[in-house]
C-alpha cells in the first residue's frame, strides 16, 4: 500500500513547488552564477525543507529552455573545484545539480511557451539539516512526504505534504479529530467531488488543508500558520 501511496511523489512534487512560490520577493540577477537575464525573485525567508535550510528563488526569462539551460551548465562547470553537473527531466522540468563543498545547489526550469521559460534556483546545505518537528498532531496513518518550515515578515508557517490510505471522508474525520483533541476547532469544512477543504483556529493560529481523493488513499496539502505579527 505505501508503494501505491507514494505513487503520487510527481504531483506532490508539483504542490511542492507552488507551495514554495507563495511568496516571492525581487532580488538581483546573477545568483548562483545564473545568467544576469534572468528575472529572480526571493521566495520567503528562513526557509527549511525536510529539515534542510536553503535559500530558493524563482525565475523567468523571454529566452529559450536550452539556452538557458546551457548558459547555466557551462557556468557551473568553469569551476574546477566543484563536482560535475548532473542533469535529470521529471515531465517537463529539466533539474540541473551540482555539490559545492559542504553545500548543494539545483537549478530547475520548464517551458512556458518557446521562448519563456520559469523555474527555481535552490541552495542547500544538508550538514545542517536537522529533524523536523510537526506543529500540528496528524492521524497516526498520515504520512509525510515533505514538511516546509519558513519564516517571513514575523510570520512562521509550516507547509506540510502528507498521504493517508483511507478515503478522503475518513481521512478529513480522522484529522479533525486529531486537531480537535489539542484544542482547533473547526471553522470550514467543504466538500466538492473529489476535493475537501478544512481549516480550523485556535489561539490566533490557523490551519489550512486541501485534500484530494488518490487512487491508493487520499492526498493532503496543510498548512499551518503558528505566529503572525
Excluded at 528575472?39 to 526557509?47: I, M, P, S, T
Aim: with cysteine; net charge positive; aromatic share 4%.
Amino acid at each position: 500500500m505505501l508503494l501505491k501511496l507514494l505513487s503520487c511523489k510527481t504531483q506532490c512534487q508539483y504542490v511542492l513547488i507552488n507551495l514554495l512560490s507563495i511568496i516571492a520577493l525581487p532580488c538581483h540577477a546573477g545568483w548562483q552564477d545564473t545568467p544576469d537575464n534572468l528575472r529572480l525573485q526571493a521566495v520567503g525567508e528562513d526557509l527549511r525543507l525536510n529539515g534542510t535550510p536553503m535559500k530558493i528563488k524563482a525565475f523567468t526569462a523571454d529566452l529559450p529552455m536550452e539556452s538557458v539551460l546551457k548558459q547555466v551548465h557551462d557556468n557551473w562547470e568553469k569551476q574546477a573545484d566543484r563536482s560535475p553537473v548532473t542533469r535529470t527531466k521529471n515531465i517537463n522540468w529539466i533539474v540541473l545539480n551540482q555539490s559545492i563543498g559542504n553545500q548543494h545547489r539545483s537549478f530547475q526550469i520548464r517551458e512556458i511557451s518557446a521562448s519563456k521559460v520559469e523555474g527555481y534556483v535552490a541552495l542547500t546545505s544538508p550538514q545542517q539539516t536537522t529533524e523536523p518537528k510537526l506543529v500540528v498532531r496528524l492521524p497516526s496513518d498520515v504520512q509525510t512526504v515533505s514538511i516546509i518550515d519558513s519564516g517571513d515578515g514575523g510570520k512562521i508557517s509550516q507547509q506540510i505534504i502528507a498521504v493517508s490510505p483511507r478515503s478522503i471522508d475518513a481521512t478529513v474525520s480522522a484529522l479533525e479529530t486529531s486537531l480537535k483533541a489539542a484544542g482547533w476547532e473547526r471553522h470550514v469544512l467543504k466538500k466538492n467531488g473529489t476535493l475537501t477543504t478544512f481549516s480550523a483556529n485556535r489561539n490566533g493560529q490557523e490551519f489550512d488543508a486541501r485534500l484530494s481523493a488518490q487512487k491508493a488513499g487520499t492526498l493532503l496539502m496543510m498548512n499551518t500558520i503558528v505566529q503572525s505579527k
